[in-house]
């Protein structure tokens, strides 16, 4: 005789999320359809942001005081510009349950262990982590409880982290659709430096320099975009503050990466001027192949 299964136990009591913008917000969504926390509870900057949240149905409640959302929440998910941690984090610490979990959503992972590794009280536990996962939206009507589906989530604790703290934070994304992948917090910053970060920077530049064209050309580039710039103004898109954040606190990293492409870059413009066409087809041999190992890897 079979019946309907059990339903899970949810992983969390309540899910305080400080910021309610476009990952935060997806959060709330896919823990509320899976039944992961019992309660979701938010901040945001402003009252607005706020009424938002409750009217679509996110959270139970909603403040613009970041330390009162968090007393009796047993998980704490900052999701905000990576600058704004250390504030926050000073900020809720006195009123932060003993046992709690602290996590993040941010694309740079040194900076937490910086700014908000040294204000948890003893007891609290930090467990870094970034969804790979994103569009160029932002707002609290902007998430969708499928966006973390099929994408990674890279956990970065330090040495020493409470195992069951971890490895709840694990399920939490597991739960949502992640693949969870651990990793060393300096080691994260230097890949997405180049997964992510390099290409944010240079889709900025290049449609900074289409605005800078004049007039008349301007109109045109717009007007005839293909899928290349296209693409690159979607990316560009993207939230100013938390991308001024990533590159401010990821900047070793950043700027090394920066290096090397210009480095390369400087090489392929000598064999466009000297006709080299076989170092150009063998890099772009090269990087279709690349191409091609993303799709097969489901990440396109």
């Given at each position: 005789?079979?019946?309907?299964?059990?339903?899970?136990?949810?992983?969390?009591?309540?899910?305080?999320?400080?910021?309610?913008?476009?990952?935060?917000?997806?959060?709330?969504?896919?823990?509320?359809?899976?039944?992961?926390?019992?309660?979701?509870?938010?901040?945001?900057?402003?009252?607005?942001?706020?009424?938002?949240?409750?009217?679509?149905?996110?959270?139970?409640?909603?403040?613009?005081?970041?330390?009162?959302?968090?007393?009796?929440?047993?998980?704490?998910?900052?999701?905000?510009?990576?600058?704004?941690?250390?504030?926050?984090?000073?900020?809720?610490?006195?009123?932060?349950?003993?046992?709690?979990?602290?996590?993040?959503?941010?694309?740079?992972?040194?900076?937490?262990?910086?700014?908000?590794?040294?204000?948890?009280?003893?007891?609290?536990?930090?467990?870094?982590g970034?969804?790979?996962?994103?569009?160029?939206?932002?707002?609290?009507?902007?998430?969708?409880?499928?966006?973390?589906?099929?994408?990674?989530?890279?956990?970065?604790?330090?040495?020493?982290?409470?195992?069951?703290?971890?490895?709840?934070?694990?399920?939490?994304?597991?739960?949502?659709?992640?693949?969870?992948?651990?990793?060393?917090?300096?080691?994260?910053?230097?890949?997405?430096?180049i997964?992510?970060?390099?290409?944010?920077?240079?889709?900025?530049?290049?449609?900074?320099?289409?605005?800078?064209?004049?007039?008349?050309?301007?109109?045109?580039?717009?007007?005839?975009?293909?899928g290349?710039?296209?693409?690159?103004?979607?990316?560009?898109?993207?939230?100013?503050?938390?991308?001024?954040?990533?590159?401010?606190?990821?900047?070793?990293?950043?700027?090394e990466?920066?290096?090397?492409?210009?480095?390369?870059?400087?090489?392929?413009?000598?064999?466009?001027?000297?006709?080299?066409?076989d170092?150009?087809?063998?890099?772009?041999?090269?990087?279709?192949?690349i191409?091609?190992?993303?799709?097969?890897?489901?990440?396109?």
């Amino acid at each position: 005789m079979t019946g309907t299964p059990a339903p899970t136990a949810p992983l969390f009591e309540r899910m305080a999320l400080v910021g309610i913008g476009l990952i935060g917000s997806s959060l709330a969504r896919a823990a509320r359809r899976h039944g992961l926390v019992r309660e979701i509870v938010c901040s945001a900057r402003s009252q607005t942001t706020c009424d938002k949240a409750l009217e679509l149905g996110l959270v139970e409640r909603a403040s613009t005081d970041s330390a009162a959302i968090v007393e009796d929440a047993d998980l704490v998910v900052l999701c905000t510009p990576v600058g704004t941690y250390a504030d926050i984090a000073a900020a809720i610490a006195p009123r932060l349950r003993a046992g709690a979990v602290v996590t993040d959503v941010g694309s740079v992972k040194q900076a937490v262990l910086r700014d908000v590794g040294p204000h948890l009280p003893d007891g609290v536990h930090l467990v870094p982590g970034h969804p790979v996962a994103g569009t160029e939206h932002s707002g609290p009507e902007s998430g969708f409880a499928e966006l973390f589906e099929g994408r990674w989530c890279i956990l970065t604790p330090p040495a020493g982290t409470n195992a069951e703290a971890v490895r709840r934070v694990a399920e939490l994304w597991t739960r949502v659709g992640s693949n969870v992948e651990m990793m060393e917090a300096s080691h994260h910053d230097r890949v997405l430096a180049i997964t992510s970060h390099l290409p944010h920077l240079i889709a900025y530049t290049i449609v900074g320099t289409a605005t800078d064209l004049e007039a008349s050309t301007q109109s045109e580039v717009i007007k005839f975009s293909a899928g290349g710039f296209r693409d690159f103004t979607r990316i560009a898109a993207s939230d100013p503050e938390m991308w001024r954040d990533i590159f401010l606190n990821n900047r070793e990293a950043v700027l090394e990466i920066i290096q090397r492409f210009t480095e390369d870059l400087t090489m392929l413009q000598r064999a466009i001027r000297w006709g080299e066409g076989d170092v150009l087809e063998d890099l772009f041999t090269r990087t279709r192949a690349i191409r091609r190992g993303i799709i097969q890897a489901k990440q396109a």
